[in-house]
């Protein structure tokens, strides 16, 4: 089992730049697909990102493309979402999750395929 905790969020002006940390215990994240979503206030929970277990490919919802972009550091069993140009649409709450099968990137993109979720970070963007 894997714990995961989100970090980085905050207020930035439209045009600006975070960076999300996703900081995993219990297992080592480079065994884990590790994923990016985020929801909005009345919207369904997004794909925004994911980085695969063991090659680390890397896959974007087609929002974020061009301007995010997700990373791994296995010596500090983290995960990073650098965001730039944000926009005010991506505020929202985003989430890390893990899932450590050998799945496509098809599935890739869909919450039901990741198993466990950290508790979320608020990030609010200002036109």
């Known amino acids: 089992q894997v714990q995961l905790v989100e970090s980085g969020g905050g207020l930035v002006q439209a045009g600006g730049s975070l960076r999300l940390s996703c900081a995993a215990s219990g297992r080592a994240v480079s065994n884990y697909n590790m994923g990016w979503f985020r929801q909005a206030p009345g919207k369904e929970r997004e794909f925004v990102a994911t980085i695969t277990r063991i090659v680390g490919g890397t896959y974007y919802g087609d929002s974020v493309a061009g301007r995010f972009t997700v990373s791994r550091d296995n010596a500090k069993n983290t995960v990073y979402l650098q965001m730039n140009s944000l926009k005010p649409e991506d505020t929202a709450v985003y989430y890390c999750?893990?899932?450590?099968?050998?799945?496509?990137?098809?599935?890739?993109?869909?919450?039901?395929?990741?198993?466990?979720w950290g508790q979320g970070t608020q990030v609010t963007v200002s036109s």
């Open positions: 999750a893990a899932d450590g099968s050998v799945v496509g990137s098809t599935r890739l993109r869909r919450r039901e395929t990741y198993d466990y």
